[in-house]
């Protein structure tokens, strides 16, 4: 049972730490696939409007333009998401390292007590 209690508190630990990274990543594909399908839509539309007027060429070109503009804030997305990522394993290793050096100076108290 001490096993299971040690198991459900690591996971528990795990999920808590990387709940937003999975949540967003998980967000993030599907907003990329949602893209995907839209930019073929869209490239689709584009290829049959060729041939007919300067407006629906205009608003083609409008949406065009907008399905970059979203790519671009898509990848900023990502791009964030892996700085945020990169910032809370920096965090743990920073505490990691002042929990050994506190441990260490009060190694060295106790002895320095002894003496």
Request: no cysteine; net charge positive; hydrophobic share 50%.
């Amino acid at each position: 049972m001490n096993s299971l209690r040690k198991f459900d508190k690591r996971s528990s630990q795990w999920f808590v730490r990387h709940f937003y990274v999975i949540f967003f990543e998980i967000i993030l594909v599907v907003v990329f696939v949602l893209f995907f399908v839209l930019t073929i839509n869209v490239l689709n539309t584009a290829a049959d409007a060729r041939s007919r007027t300067a407006t629906e060429q205009l608003l083609v070109n409008q949406s065009l333009i907008g399905l970059l503009i979203l790519f671009l804030l898509l990848l900023n997305s990502f791009w964030i998401l892996f700085m945020f990522s990169g910032i809370l394993r920096q965090s743990n290793i920073l505490k990691n390292i002042d929990f050994n050096l506190s441990r260490r100076g009060t190694d060295r108290r106790n002895r320095d007590d002894d003496n």
